[in-house]
T-cell receptor, first 117, second 121 residues
Framework: AQKVTQAQTEISVVEKEDVTLDCVYE???????LFWYKQPPSGELVFLIR??????QNEISGRYSWNFQKSTSSFNFTITASQVVDSAVYFC??????????????FGKGMKLTVNP | GAVVSQHPSRVICKSGTSVKIECRSL??????MFWYRQFPKQSLMLMAT?????????EQGVEKDKFLINHASLTLSTLTVTSAHPEDSSFYIC?????????????????FGPGTRLLVL
């Protein structure tokens, strides 16, 4: 079975600090997708990134960057120069093929980030 | 990114009543939508996969007669919680898969609605 582990449950930082959110996954699929979503206090999940298993290039988007390493089955997320608006719960997710042939997401437990001014 | 709406955003109902939640993809057609449930401070758990024009596929342990799903069009899926009880109180979130413009047939991104907070008294 697929599994996503976010070992950190809660992190608190001071504004402008860098913070890395860890994600480790388990899968037997050779082709899969990894995702990060942000859930602010309002509850809506905001899509941040999708990465396929064949693309190990790191990605940077503004203050966000992602490090995908298949050798360690990790897909870590770094926020540089954190801001108060980054405070949210962040979920890492892995796509899984269902018995019916469609795909579903398996989510990690989430990591609550609090950025203090 | 693609936009998904949910209605209502919040509902309070009496035990024994039924509640319908709508999920709409606003700027794309979604052949597949998903319904999740999230308890406080917990992760999202998939309840069912909703396919347009066919029966929903329920996850193990989810009662299909209690959580009725209808996906009548490419932009609308509904979840009806029948005979709701206090233990059904939760945050229900839908997502829709945007097939995108690349022509890929799988692994598209799921975009989530804002969620519906259900409180059953």
């Amino acid at each position: 079975a697929q599994k996503v582990t976010q070992a950190q449950t809660e992190i608190s930082v001071v504004e402008k600090e860098d913070v890395t959110l860890d994600c480790v996954y388990e899968t037997r699929d050779t082709t899969y997708y990894l995702f990060w979503y942000k859930q602010p206090p309002s509850g809506e999940l905001v899509f941040l990134i999708r990465r396929n298993s064949f693309d190990e290039q790191n990605e940077i988007s503004g203050r966000y960057s992602w490090n995908f390493q298949k050798s360690t089955s990790s897909f870590n997320f770094t926020i540089t120069a954190s801001q108060v608006v980054d405070s949210a719960v962040y979920f890492c997710a892995l796509s899984e093929l269902t018995q019916g042939g469609s795909e579903k997401l398996v989510f990690g437990k989430g990591m609550k980030l609090t950025v203090n001014p | 990114g693609a936009v998904v709406s949910q209605h209502p955003s919040r509902v309070i109902c009496k035990s024994g009543t039924s509640v319908k939640i709508e999920c709409r993809s606003l700027d794309f057609q979604a052949t597949t939508m998903f319904w999740y449930r999230q308890f406080p401070k917990q992760s999202l758990m998939l309840m069912a996969t909703s396919n347009e024009g066919s029966k929903a596929t329920y996850e193990q342990g989810v009662e299909k007669d209690k959580f009725l799903i209808n996906h009548a069009s490419l932009t609308l899926s509904t979840l009806t919680v029948t005979s709701a009880h206090p233990e059904d109180s939760s945050f229900y979130i839908c997502s829709a898969r945007d097939p995108g413009t690349s022509g890929r047939s799988s692994k598209e991104t799921q975009y989530f609605g804002p969620g519906t907070r259900l409180l059953v008294l």
